[in-house]
């Protein structure tokens, strides 16, 4: 079997340009009841997709890389484009796991320890700025800049190109696929720009230790480069923005978690995992069927675009009882807040060590906090990413 999905470029660009045009909306998880309850599954012409909706048919998906393959972003070559796909998000075995085992060094439970010192006094500093306010945009002032600043550390990006790095970042993630692509160049160009630097003059950064990588015993060409900082740097804070927002949110809603955290802090860890099932962040990733098959009973071509929907499956009752109800002692709790198998995230460990001490250090400063009601949760334009704009809170 080939290794390129069976369709051609036209087509993709298409398919892709339906597919992301779908916002996602705050009442999103309703709908995903209601069509779990009586849906195994559905072809979404709007999505041009066919949408997975319970857990066991998404863990399906998700194990059988043969048949649903990542590889969904090509050029008109036919060759896989690993910047606009995102790095090994758009990549399947053997080369995912080559390239995955490279990066994963950064992220070793000891490398993500050493980072904890330097994540508290980012988080102090952020909340420095706003204690004599009374008032903070929990999103603008705490849950952006902190994991933005730890992987622009990481890649050795500069402090003056966040800002710019966040709207490509929201270009990225956004619905228009058009746009989506011209972020994409524009990320890849300013990263290879940096590549170029790195060779001439290396640092202890990630740029120059993948520069410096090999991949049985060939260095790792450019675009894989390029496309796994554009994942690290998407994915490296996109996540832990969603997951300390909607965290607030989470907590505001359901008065007694938020007491039950003040009186045994140590339940944190596990109130975290409860918010990536009850509102995860990312809801899903596209697969292409690789070659005919059925699922639920349904015949699929080779070449049909296919949505397992993460958040959908972490609200099925048959695998979290309550599925509905938000219990920050829910154990055991297998969600899918970040993906599973061979693309489990891998910034998982970073994203949760940043949402503790933001969230952790927030309860403690803050054990007031309360969501400003008038203001309405808006979330950012995305077909994928279920983020919040703004979360202006009081802490007075």
């Not at 069509?35 to 998906?61: C, G, N, P, T």
Request: charged share 20%; hydrophobic share 45%; aromatic share 8%.
């Amino acid at each position: 079997m080939s290794t390129n999905p069976p369709y051609s470029y036209d087509e993709l660009i298409q398919r892709r340009a339906k597919q992301a045009s779908v916002l996602l909306t705050p009442d999103i998880y309703d709908w995903y009841g209601h069509m779990q309850a009586s849906h195994d599954l559905v072809y979404d012409a709007a999505r041009a997709s066919w949408l997975v909706f319970r857990y066991e048919d998404v863990m399906h998906v998700l194990r059988d890389t043969t048949t649903f393959s990542s590889q969904r972003a090509i050029n008109p070559d036919g060759s896989v484009d690993s910047i606009v796909s995102g790095g090994i998000l758009g990549m399947d075995p053997p080369r995912h796991r080559q390239l995955r085992s490279l990066i994963s060094v950064a992220f070793t439970p000891r490398a993500i320890a050493q980072l904890e010192p330097r994540i508290r006094a980012i988080v102090d500093d952020l909340l420095d700025r706003v204690q004599d306010q009374g008032e903070m945009d929990v999103v603008n002032d705490l849950a952006f800049p902190l994991p933005i600043i730890v992987i622009a550390e990481l890649l050795g990006i500069p402090d003056s190109e966040r800002e710019q790095f966040r709207q490509w970042s929201s270009d990225f993630v956004g619905p228009d696929f058009a746009l989506r692509l011209v972020a994409a160049r524009e990320i890849a160009a300013y990263f290879h720009t940096m590549v170029e630097q790195r060779r001439r003059a290396p640092r202890e950064d990630l740029i120059s230790a993948l520069i410096g990588a090999e991949i049985d015993g060939e260095r790792i060409p450019v675009p894989d480069i390029l496309g796994t900082c554009l994942l690290l740097l998407i994915a490296g804070h996109d996540t832990t923005t969603g997951l300390i927002g909607n965290a607030v949110v989470c907590l505001d809603e359901h008065a007694e978690a938020k007491q039950e955290l003040l009186a045994s802090p140590e339940l944190l860890p596990s109130a975290i995992e409860e918010v990536l099932r009850y509102r995860a962040i990312v809801h899903t990733m596209p697969r292409v069927v690789a070659m005919d098959t059925v699922l639920c009973g349904q015949e699929i071509k080779a070449g049909n675009l296919l949505l397992p929907l993460f958040a959908s499956a972490n609200l099925d009752n048959t695998q979290f009882p309550d599925a509905n109800t938000f219990n920050i002692r829910r154990d055991p709790n297998r969600h899918l807040g970040f993906g599973y198998g061979i693309h489990f995230c891998l910034g998982a460990p970073l994203a949760r060590l940043e949402a503790r001490i933001a969230l952790s250090t927030l309860l403690e400063r803050f054990p007031h906090f309360q969501r400003k009601s008038e203001a309405p949760l808006e979330l950012r334009p995305s077909s994928f990413i279920y983020g919040l704009k703004h979360l202006p809170i009081t802490f007075v």
